[in-house]
């Protein structure tokens, strides 16, 4: 929407009014030392009664505000968000460091998880930037990234900039001094849901259910533990990141609910991507991709059989995270916690 | 030549963002000049000198640094010209948060940092509030919450720009930036070109080497606070 269509509106309505119309419009007033102004009068003439030295210092006059004031209307009210309507990305391939073309394309859908496999410094990050920037034979790979079946135009891959892939891994923390529930609460004003609150809670029951331990909304986000730290940004970013994609980097050691947080972020419709060697995550992917010397080597389908081990590598993984239950209680491990591996599982281990 | 204004607080990754950047540009060797303003001291040209990149650094000492700025850039330009550079890059620090060294129809990059608290983009003022691209850096280290979060917040305070997510150490996302870079206006000069943004009004007895403290000592242009009475 044009600015200026918001002009008749702020100029014959009271502040009052319109901070019940566009409650973000407090935001703005309080950004520009505005906050306490007469609200029962209208922009215009409220500012009548402010100091012109004031404004200027925001480099604003009586009448800029106004228009400045329209302009964050304007930029509040349109849907901000070009990331959400895709169904569909597909990967044309390049060519990897050696220049030897991949020859390959593959297409994830929304629900879909794809893992992605391969040494360090193989060229992982290499393929995440080129989803993340809608590389479009470009970039150093020469791929070209498809939303929902074309090529996006300059427009589109400077609209989504950014706002695309939602990240997840290992060494993000968080660095605000805020509580659990201030912290999910002022991420869900920032995307503008009818009841942050609401959506706070939500949000929190979910986190909580994931963590190895539990905490209460009002810890500080800083206080939780790496486990609990990741439980609360999966929660999080499943429900209230608006990005589509998601890519998480390694999670395995975390003190988390892994098989649960993936399919979290699987059932909110989101397209995951997934940099992991751990197989209880890997196999429950759709797909892996190989990547080697810059380039996708292959991609693989998980198979029947893949599928059919994941129940065995559930059952040592839970022996582990038995193991792990008992230190964690102080306790003393025997020889009865471990069980025995039959004679031809370990024969194929 | 096309010139574009790098400005941001210090330490926030203006100079990683910019190396980045002229990577991605994929320009021949030495058709790229930064002009670095800074206060007291800088080990940036060390940076670009490691590059290949030309560079030429100027130290505001005891003027106010945007002052300092304006009164040079002009002769940036020139010597960028002569230098036949097909982009030069001015990086300066905000240092009070008060000014910008942004000029009308130059293409304006604003680098912030994702560590500095989510609040940080509503009390840098015209330095982010005229730019038209907020870049932000050390995304990768902070939850994505937060990283939308302070999106959001920047989008508050300077509706209009293009926030972009770049990390300093890998490049990642400097491709978006470099693009906007090839796009950003040709001049010749400056001359008669505005600033976006008023300079501060500072012309006290303390601008011109004053110590000493009280109304005795106080001249010129003053503001004084008012304090609450009980």
């Known amino acids: 929407m044009n600015p200026n269509a918001f002009l008749p509106e702020v100029s014959a309505t009271t502040i009052a009014e319109l901070l019940k119309c566009y409650p973000l419009a407090s935001d703005y007033l309080a950004n520009m030392r505005l906050g306490k102004i007469d609200h029962d009068k209208t922009l215009p003439d409220a500012l009548i009664d402010v100091d012109e030295d004031t404004l200027e210092e925001f480099g604003l006059t009586r009448e800029s505000v106004v228009l400045h004031f329209c302009s964050f209307l304007s930029a509040f009210s349109k849907n901000t968000e070009p990331a959400r309507d895709i169904s569909s990305i597909t990967i044309l391939g390049g060519r990897d460091k050696s220049g030897r073309p991949e020859q390959i394309e593959i297409t994830v859908v929304p629900g879909e998880i794809v893992s992605i496999v391969g040494p360090t410094g193989s060229g992982k990050s290499r393929l995440l930037e080129d989803i993340e920037c809608l590389a479009q034979r470009d970039t150093p790979t020469g791929r070209q990234i498809l939303l929902n079946g074309n090529a996006p135009d300059d427009e589109r891959r400077f609209a989504t900039g950014g706002k695309l892939v939602a990240q997840l891994s290992q060494n993000m923390n968080f660095v605000m001094d805020l509580t659990v529930r201030e912290f999910l609460e002022m991420h869900a004003k920032s995307r503008m849901v009818q009841n942050p609150s609401e959506a706070a809670k939500r949000c929190f029951a979910c986190a909580n259910s994931l963590a190895g331990e539990k905490y209460t909304p009002d810890t500080k986000v800083t206080q939780l533990s790496g486990g609990q730290s990741r439980a609360l940004m999966i929660a999080d970013t499943a429900l209230m990141s608006a990005s589509p994609i998601i890519l998480i980097d390694e999670i395995e050691n975390a003190g988390i609910d892994r098989k649960e947080a993936i399919k979290l972020l699987a059932g909110h419709e989101k397209i995951i991507l997934m940099s992991t060697h751990d197989p209880l995550l890997a196999l429950r992917a759709d797909k892996r991709i190989g990547i080697k010397n810059g380039g996708i080597a292959k991609i693989l389908v998980t198979t029947e059989t893949e599928r059919q081990s994941l129940t065995s590598i559930e059952e040592m993984d839970e022996i582990l995270q038995n193991l792990r239950n008992h230190l964690r209680a102080g306790e003393t491990i025997t020889s009865e916690m471990i069980p025995k591996m039959e004679e031809k599982h370990v024969g194929t281990l | ?230």
């Open chain 2, 1 to 230: 030549m096309k010139l574009i204004t790098v400005a941001g607080p210090p330490s926030s990754g203006k100079t990683s963002v910019i190396l980045k950047t002229i990577a991605n540009l994929k320009l021949p060797e030495k058709s790229v000049g930064v002009v670095k303003f800074d206060s007291l001291t800088s080990f940036d040209h060390l940076r670009y000198e490691e590059q290949g990149i030309p560079n030429q650094t100027g130290f505001a000492g005891k003027i106010c640094p945007d002052h300092f700025f304006v009164s040079n850039i002009e002769d940036a330009v020139q010597w960028g010209r002569k230098k036949e550079f097909s982009i030069l890059v001015t990086e300066s620090a905000g240092l009070c948060n008060r000014c910008s060294p942004y000029v009308n129809g130059i293409l304006s990059v604003c680098v912030i940092d994702n560590l500095s608290g989510v609040n940080t983009p509503r009390k840098i003022g015209p330095m982010l509030k005229y730019a038209d691209i907020v870049v932000v850096t050390k995304g990768d280290i902070v939850s994505q919450a937060e990283r939308e979060v302070f999106a959001f917040n920047i989008k508050e305070v300077n509706a209009n720009a293009h926030v972009l997510f770049i990390n300093g150490i890998t490049g990642q996302g400097a491709f978006l930036l470099a693009k906007y870079w090839q796009d950003a206006l040709d001049i010749d000069t400056l001359k008669d070109r505005k600033l976006r943004f008023t300079m501060p009004a500072a012309i006290c007895s303390y601008c011109t080497g004053e110590t000493r403290i009280g109304d005795n000592y106080q001249m010129g242009m003053l503001k004084r606070m008012e304090f609450e009475d009980e």
